[in-house]
């Protein structure tokens, strides 16, 4: 069974924790709110920005206001906090920053293991692509090395948050993020969402639905880039898929 296959799996994807005109989670509140039904505490991750402190109060600041429970992952030992988290949540900024800080704390397996179990994830930008196979899509400088590419693996597709479209206006000779996830294919066999803002992905009950208001560019090897409206179950589409690493 591939990992988004599982009928316990229950996740929420995230492009971006912030969007023009609105607060911090302001445009997900409605599917925090749902994915968090029945749940008091959230573990928060907050090992892709330097200053954790600031970042872990920003979180449970909001998430007081949802009606939560914060705990910060770095504020005790992080894989105690995961084994015992009620649900968790990994935030945006840089995503080898993320992933080496999951190798060293050793809780790639610890929340592997308790997202299988049923505990709810979220996560967002750089959270979301830890979710995936690997952090091959990420567009971070590498300010860090991790020890392996390889991420989460609860899902068997990658995500290229904040996805912009080319503008045929622009001046700017550099690669486009298509071109970009275009040069993955040509390397890797793995379907590529590209999530716009303020889009993200519902994986739950077997099935990945998108959300939010605009479309999602879906990439496949050997396939043309499809449009995909919000309401789109998109499991079909990103299956069947090699297993979790590459």
């Given at each position: 069974?591939f990992?988004?296959?599982?009928?316990?799996?229950?996740?929420?994807?995230?492009?971006?924790?912030?969007?023009?005109?609105?607060?911090?989670?302001?445009?997900?509140?409605?599917?925090?709110?749902?994915?968090?039904?029945?749940?008091?505490?959230?573990?928060?991750?907050?090992?892709?920005?330097?200053?954790?402190?600031?970042?872990?109060?920003?979180?449970?600041?909001r998430?007081?206001?949802?009606?939560?429970?914060?705990e910060?992952?770095?504020?005790?030992?992080p894989?105690?906090?995961?084994?015992?988290?009620?649900?968790?949540?990994?935030?945006?900024?840089?995503?080898?920053?993320?992933?080496?800080?999951?190798?060293?704390?050793d809780?790639?397996?610890?929340?592997?293991d308790?997202?299988?179990?049923g505990?709810?994830?979220?996560?967002?930008?750089?959270?979301?692509?830890?979710?995936?196979p690997?952090?091959?899509?990420?567009?971070d400088?590498?300010?860090?090395?991790?020890?392996?590419?390889?991420a989460?693996?609860?899902?068997n597709?990658?995500?290229?948050?904040?996805?912009?479209?080319?503008?045929p206006?622009?001046?700017?000779?550099?690669?486009?993020?298509?071109?970009?996830?275009?040069?993955?294919?040509?390397?890797?066999?793995?379907?590529?969402?590209?999530?716009?803002?303020?889009?993200?992905?519902?994986?739950?009950n077997?099935?990945?639905?998108?959300?939010?208001?605009?479309?999602?560019?879906?990439?496949?090897?050997?396939?043309?880039?499809?449009?995909?409206?919000?309401?789109?179950?998109?499991?079909?589409?990103?299956?069947?898929?090699?297993?979790?690493?590459?």
């Open positions: 069974m990992a988004s296959e599982d009928p316990r799996q229950n996740l929420l994807l995230v492009s971006s924790s912030t969007i023009y005109g609105r607060g911090y989670l302001d445009h997900v509140e409605s599917e925090i709110r749902s994915i968090l039904a029945g749940i008091e505490r959230v573990v928060f991750v907050p090992f892709a920005l330097h200053d954790r402190d600031a970042y872990a109060a920003k979180a449970k600041h998430f007081t206001q949802m009606g939560f429970s914060l910060s992952a770095h504020q005790g030992v894989r105690q906090r995961a084994q015992e988290a009620q649900a968790i949540f990994i935030g945006g900024g840089n995503t080898f920053r993320l992933l080496k800080a999951l190798y060293d704390c809780l790639l397996q610890t929340i592997r308790r997202v299988e179990a505990v709810p994830f979220i996560g967002s930008s750089a959270g979301s692509i830890v979710a995936c690997t952090l091959k899509t990420t567009k400088m590498p300010v860090v090395q991790p020890p392996s590419f390889d989460l693996g609860l899902v597709f990658q995500i290229s948050p904040h996805y912009l479209d080319p503008d206006n622009s001046t700017h000779m550099g690669e486009t993020q298509e071109e970009r996830i275009m040069q993955y294919l040509e390397e890797n066999d793995r379907p590529v969402v590209g999530l716009r803002e303020p889009t993200m992905l519902r994986v739950s077997g099935s990945v639905i998108l959300h939010g208001s605009v479309n999602a560019r879906i990439f496949r090897r050997g396939h043309a880039p499809v449009e995909v409206p919000p309401g789109t179950n998109l499991t079909a589409e990103l299956g069947p898929w090699p297993a979790r690493t590459e």
